[in-house]
């Protein structure tokens, strides 16, 4: 499999790619099985890591880096159940998964804080009970229209 002149070559395995255009990341995960994941002169990124389960390989394009490290494996193939779940992840990483999984556009307000990191896991829940809760614990509230959701800065009620 080539993704954005990465090449990942599977030897005998279950295994997830998370490489979206726009995106300056790449991650290969493996499941079960061996997996060869290489960058070569074309990728920019010159690297060879062979993967065991509950490996991953993350490729930053934006610092030209790549790194071999664990995984929870059930984080990275929930979706294949419908489920999503983050571990540890940056407010702009999950607003991110959400405009893929929910097929919106998330506007957000210069006052949010995007480093902030939450877990969390929504098993086949609508957009606006998993924005209920990141609202709840991350102070921001939302406005869906159509498909997209403006996010501003909750409002001190005090």
């Known amino acids: 499999v080539m993704?954005?002149?990465i090449q990942t070559k599977v030897l005998g395995t279950s295994f997830d790619v998370r490489?979206?255009?726009g995106e300056n990341e790449m991650k290969v995960g493996v499941i079960e099985g061996k997996v060869?994941?290489?960058?070569?002169?074309k990728s920019g990124i010159t690297f060879d890591h062979k993967l065991l389960p509950q490996q991953?390989?993350?490729v930053d394009f934006?610092?030209?880096?790549?790194h071999k490290g664990s995984f929870d494996p059930d984080e990275l193939t929930a979706w294949t159940s419908w489920v999503l779940k983050f571990k540890n992840r940056s407010l702009k990483t999950i607003f991110n998964e959400i405009e893929k999984w929910y097929a919106i556009d998330v506007v957000l307000d210069s006052n949010i804080d995007l480093t902030?990191?939450?877990s969390g896991s929504f098993e086949n829940e609508p957009l606006s009970a998993v924005l209920e809760v990141l609202g709840h614990n991350a102070e921001f509230d939302f406005k869906i229209s159509g498909n997209q959701v403006s996010v501003t800065k909750k409002l001190n009620t005090n």
């Open 36 to 41: 060869q994941v290489k960058g070569d002169d």
């Open 116 to 118: 902030q990191s939450f």
């Open 62 to 66: 934006e610092n030209n880096t790549a």
């Open 19 to 21: 490489a979206y255009p």
């Open 3 to 5: 993704s954005k002149g």
């Open 56 to 58: 991953i390989s993350v």
